[in-house]
């Protein structure tokens, strides 16, 4: 079965870096689109980034343009996201999906604060 495990979260503080990364699993990784979604309790859930299924194709939303950067290794089967000069609005929960198909990680917590 699919299987999409997130990892790297955790709290840091504002200019601070984290590389958050999804093992991938029950599926062909190399043949799907990837993307990374946050969420904030109360709103709904927002698409971070999107990179093709060979990588050459890359999508950011306009607020992490310039700080985030996502990667994925089709030998491995993970897709990350380094994620730089952090801010406090970018504390959220972290989830990791096949952008095609209604497929999501677990989540990972990210916490932006002094």
């Known amino acids: 079965q699919v299987q999409l495990v997130e990892s790297g979260g955790g709290l840091v503080q504002p200019g601070g870096s984290l590389r958050l990364s999804c093992a991938a699993s029950?599926?062909?990784?190399?043949?799907?689109?990837m993307s990374w979604y946050r969420q904030v309790p109360g709103k709904e859930r927002e698409l971070v980034a999107i990179i093709s299924a060979a990588g050459g194709s890359i999508i950011y939303t306009d607020s992490v343009k310039g700080r985030f950067t996502i990667s994925r290794d089709n030998a491995k089967n993970t897709v990350s996201l380094q994620m730089n000069s952090l801010k406090p609005e970018d504390t959220a929960v972290y989830y990791c999906?096949?952008?095609?198909?209604?497929?999501w990680g677990q989540g990972t917590q990210v916490t932006v604060s002094s």
């Open positions: 999906k096949i952008y095609t198909e209604n497929y």
């Open positions: 029950g599926f062909t990784f190399s043949n799907f689109r």
